[in-house]
């Protein structure tokens, strides 16, 4: 993408959805890995270090007050609601649980930070019903704790709704006493009495005494009937049984809820890693960052079983994916320019260790096998390899020819059939100016002339103007990229900085390629018969085999 102010190449930061299922496929190990381990983690903590904890519950009822009409009214239901909605806090007061403390063997005064049991209580939505949990670490003393608890609540609520009445009930009750009691002393005297006068006077005095006698017992059923509907009515409609199976922990819910946390903090994780993670990837990034074509997608090439390096990839492994990706590299530079030819190439990269080396050994050794005369030129003086890849001799070479003017032909070194080595030579002091200079472009002339193609391996681009120099006498250059190590903004930085130069960037080249899926591979493996498949799908094949010739056999 080109940024309209500075006219600098930066790179493309929009993200499409293959992108982000690129993103999943790559860390889908991560995911999974992740996924296992906290899966695995939570049903060993919840199996092996959690005490169980076991629930035990009751169920009361509130039924609710009657009426003065004598049926329940809507009113009361709501009313019986309210009250066990106030019930339900009530039952968790300190008093409550203290009687319960003293009935269970414990010592009231213990803290309920270390009670035995853990108590709850909940009014049932849209009922009269209270539903008290206890749950503790023992079975059975969940089960006794929550009917004390039970127990207790009804009994107290009994007598604190008894205890508003008796006194009443009490004071009516004394009067009533005194007033039969004067009843039957005055029944007495009557009988005894002689004088009329004295007769009319005690009845008089009895039928006042009955008088009152009659209110007051009026009095004691009115506060009985009063008693009996404003007194609210709590039972026990189930008590709790002694809990076969723990409550906590929740092995199978724990295991699931963390493998799935686990497994969303590693999509958090890959995503964070990848929006850190500024290197290249994928060839549309290069495309799009810069609007150089790719030339090449070169493969990852494992080394071999010794644990050495394979610098020979299109000769030692001519079927292998690395070594197609090289032909095919060889066939886009072939047609990448149809007025003029393309003989003087030269292979760079933005920083050391990406792979340039390589690509220019068996991009040579390709070009060497379609038939051409190839000349590899090692102009990396800071860091040479081409004698160490070949198993030659450092100096003489490019140095002496630069400097003593020798004819090239004395310091060419023959590797293969149609490829020759002109090595770094002894290290110059300034390699810059030396291959600045007018020289090193009469060379280039001369190799043009011996050779259909010339490939100079150069130095990385942004530590050093070596290359910067050199590319004035080459044809084009070519930028290597390394899957998953070359910054974005590095590679752009040195195609920016080759242009500003005036160099012909040719194209970019993605080296060390980790396709994200087996279909990335598809066209290369079509015609690769000779790999080696995995063993589980040769040992599928074979099953598959067996059981067509066993069918086949019972057919006949």
């Not at 130095?459 to 044809?475: K, N, R, S």
Request: hydrophobic share 40%; glycine share 4%; proline share 6%.
């Amino acid at each position: 993408m080109e940024n309209v102010e500075t006219g600098r190449l930066v790179p493309e930061e929009e993200i499409d959805l293959r992108e982000y299922l690129r993103v999943l496929r790559r860390w889908l190990w991560l995911i999974i890995l992740c996924t296992v381990i906290a899966a695995a983690g939570a049903y060993i903590v919840s199996a092996y270090f959690i005490k169980p904890v076991y629930r035990a519950e009751v169920a009361l009822m509130v039924e609710p007050r009657a009426s003065s009409s004598g049926t329940i009214q809507y009113q009361d239901v709501l009313a019986g609601e309210r009250i066990a909605r106030t019930y339900a806090e009530i039952i968790k007061a300190r008093p409550v649980l203290e009687n319960v403390l003293v009935k269970l063997g414990l010592p009231p005064d213990l803290p309920e930070s270390e009670f035995p049991f853990k108590p709850s209580v909940q009014a049932v939505r849209d009922t009269q019903l209270i539903r008290v949990s206890v749950e503790s670490e023992d079975p059975k003393l969940a089960a006794d704790a929550a009917n004390t608890l039970a127990e207790v609540f009804v009994e107290e609520r009994a007598k604190s709704q008894a205890e508003r009445f008796n006194a009443l009930k009490a004071s009516i009750e004394a009067q009533l006493s005194k007033i039969e009691e004067d009843i039957t002393r005055l029944t007495e005297q009557r009988s005894k009495a002689q004088n009329p006068e004295d007769t009319r006077s005690l009845d008089q005095q009895l039928i006042s005494l009955r008088d009152m006698r009659t209110r007051l017992l009026a009095s004691l059923y009115e506060i009985q009937l009063s008693e009996a509907q404003y007194t609210d009515l709590i039972t026990i409609v189930q008590r709790a049984e002694v809990p076969e199976r723990p409550v906590k922990p929740r092995k199978l819910m724990n295991t699931l809820l963390a493998g799935v946390l686990g497994g969303m903090l590693a999509v958090m994780l890959a995503f964070l890693m990848e929006y850190l993670d500024t290197s290249i990837k994928a060839p549309e990034q290069i495309e799009e960052m810069t609007r150089l074509p790719v030339l090449g997608n070169i493969f990852k090439f494992e080394p071999n079983p010794h644990g050495g390096e394979e610098p020979f990839i299109v000769m030692d492994h001519p079927r292998s994916h690395a070594a197609e990706a090289f032909r095919v590299l060889r066939a886009n530079l072939e047609f990448l320019s149809v007025d003029k030819l393309v003989e003087v190439l030269c292979v760079t990269s933005p920083g050391p260790e990406e792979g340039k080396t390589s690509v220019t050994v068996n991009l040579g050794v390709a070009m060497a096998q379609g038939g051409k005369k190839v000349i590899l030129v090692d102009a990396d003086q800071r860091r040479p390899r081409l004698h160490q890849i070949f198993g030659l001799t450092q100096s003489p070479g490019l140095s002496e020819v630069l400097i003593e003017k020798a004819p090239p032909e004395k310091y060419l070194q023959p590797v293969r059939e149609n490829l020759l080595v002109l090595t770094t030579g002894r290290s110059a002091p300034n390699p810059a100016d030396l291959l600045a200079s007018q020289r090193m472009g009469e060379l280039i002339a001369q190799l043009r002339e011996m050779a259909d193609a010339v490939i100079i391996d150069s130095p990385p681009i942004l530590p050093c103007a070596d290359t910067i120099f050199l590319g004035q006498w080459v044809d084009g250059l070519l930028m290597v990229a390394e899957w998953g190590r070359t910054d974005r903004a590095a590679f752009a930085e040195a195609v920016e900085r080759a242009r500003q130069g005036g160099l012909k960037v040719l194209g970019a080249i993605l080296n060390k390629v980790r396709p994200p899926s087996r279909g990335y591979y598809y066209y290369y493996y079509y015609y690769d018969s000779s790999e080696k498949k995995p063993w589980w799908k040769r040992l599928f094949r074979k099953r598959r085999k067996r059981r067509v010739r066993e069918e086949k056999e019972a057919d006949e």
